[in-house]
């Protein structure tokens, strides 16, 4: 399925939240208070966005790694890493979110933007980030969640049924795609949830902080 809409992945994504998504990744990033010597990680990287973003700056990450299942995807990440002149700070890899092709403690910063709701086993992911993080290091993770408050859980909730699935289905010409978007979000855990989740892989110092009145969580903590 992400193979299938690889090509129109970004513009959907700029598209469909407005342009705030950059945001969240910037907030995503700012979190890890990065220093310019860290090795990052980007788990369920796509096409490459966080990695590349993270990379950038006086004082972006020295490297970054990008680990993805969907090839098509990643074909697009190498693509835009290319163009942006970063080929050689940024290495992209086909993985397994449940068995990440890293070393133990050989990481010192890593990310997950809108992609751990799509690993089968969340509890085995947040494993494999705690194993590959070095004592110390520090997680930022994105996911969307159903706001709580009423108005706008009934405007999101409206949006997402009928809004976002039919301008999804015609721009990225892919069926299915977009309306497994809303159904992932509905089924993934609460922001409750997935703190405990984290606390039980081993993490510190979590935090769930809420933007943009609660449609995205930014999740925070120490390895």
Request: hydrophobic share 50%; glycine share 8%; aromatic share 8%.
């Amino acid at each position: 399925m992400f193979d299938g809409i690889a090509d129109r992945y970004d513009l959907l994504n700029h598209l469909l939240s407005a342009g705030i998504d950059r945001r969240w990744r910037k907030r995503a990033i700012d979190s890890l208070a990065l220093t310019g010597s860290e090795r990052l990680l980007d788990l369920c990287t796509g096409t490459g966005d966080v990695a590349i973003a993270a990379r950038r700056g006086a004082r972006g990450a020295r490297r970054a790694i990008g680990v993805d299942f969907a090839v098509a995807m990643l074909a697009v990440g190498r693509d835009k890493i290319r163009r942006a002149g970063l080929a050689d700070s940024i290495t992209l890899v086909r993985g397994d979110a449940t068995q990440v092709p890293i070393a133990d403690g050989s990481i010192d910063a890593a990310t997950i933007a809108f992609g751990i709701r799509n690993v089968e086993n969340t509890a085995a992911a947040a494993r494999e980030l705690r194993r590959v993080l070095r004592p110390g290091g520090r997680f930022a993770i994105l996911e969307f969640a159903i706001p709580t408050i009423p108005i706008v859980r009934a405007v999101y909730l409206a949006y997402f049924a009928h809004v976002l699935p039919r301008i999804g289905r015609v721009v990225s010409r892919h069926n299915r795609a977009y309306a497994y978007l809303p159904e992932s979000v509905g089924a993934f855990a609460t922001p409750d949830e997935f703190v405990t989740i984290l606390r039980q892989a081993g993490f510190r110092e979590i935090r769930a902080t809420p933007l943009t009145l609660g449609i995205v969580f930014l999740y925070t903590g120490n390895a």
